[in-house]
């Protein structure tokens, strides 16, 4: 893939966008990931997985762009490598992979869709799809993000916009676990994601939960909302582990 763009969406994260360097399509399904490959430390190949952050309706077919959200940690493998990434720069990725989508015989009335850190980018691209869900059956859906400031709360902007547009089906509730934003509107929450999720009173019939991030907040939510009463089936998760 051929880097097209770089900027910087938070002081440790790094949005991406790729086209493939053969000209054509990446074809994938919102909520699936690629695998960046590279030299690792010890000198011997190694993968690191991105979920797509391309918002694109694929009712129009598969687009161009690859886009990503890439974590920076110090002395990071990866973070050396897409740090000197300059535009017209290739990689080489394989996939998409994962299961971590929206099906598309969900019968739900709600989606939960809960993150933290980059944990969010499978849902920035899920947003053309969940506003025909929106559009066709009148489904209601929450993207509960945690992060420790307003700074770090990477594609807030779409998500915020897509509120706007659906106000009476689309909240978008970010929640501070340092530095609470005044500014952020009635939606917005101090602590952490998890102390927040009795609050959407979770409904065993109708709602269907996405968890993505930290693995820690991912495993609490998981067991709160399965106390909730949620089937397994309605409860589905990606874990974000960083690597060296």
Do not use: W
Not at 179 to 197: L, S
Not at 198 to 224: H, K, Q, S, W
């Amino acid at each position: 893939m051929k880097l097209v763009a770089k900027r910087m969406l938070a002081p440790a994260v790094a949005h991406l966008s790729f086209q493939r360097a053969d000209g054509q399509a990446l074809d994938y399904i919102p909520g699936q990931f690629i695998q960046i490959h590279l030299i690792g430390r010890d000198g011997e190949p190694t993968k690191r997985s991105y979920s797509l952050a391309t918002i694109h309706d694929h009712a129009m077919g598969p687009g161009e762009a690859v886009d990503i959200a890439a974590s920076f940690v110090p002395g990071g493998t990866a973070t050396a490598l897409f740090e000197g990434l300059k535009e017209g720069d290739e990689v080489t990725a394989s996939g998409p992979f994962g299961r971590f989508c929206l099906l598309p015989n969900d019968a739900n009335r709600r989606y939960l869709l809960i993150a933290t850190g980059t944990g969010v980018t499978p849902y920035r691209s899920m947003l053309p799809l969940l506003e025909k869900a929106i559009l066709e059956r009148g489904v209601q859906v929450v993207v509960l993000f945690g992060a420790r400031s307003e700074a770090e709360l990477i594609y807030a902007d779409d998500f915020r916009a897509m509120a706007a547009k659906h106000p009476t089906h689309f909240r978008f509730v970010p929640c501070y676990s340092r530095e609470f934003n005044e500014a952020a509107g009635p939606d917005a929450r101090r602590g952490y994601v998890t102390e927040q999720i009795a609050a959407l009173e979770p409904r065993a019939e109708g709602d269907i939960a996405y968890l993505c991030g930290n693995p820690n907040m991912v495993d609490a939510a998981f067991e709160t909302l399965k106390a909730a009463g949620l089937p397994m089936p309605a409860l589905r998760r990606e874990k974000y582990v960083s690597g060296k």
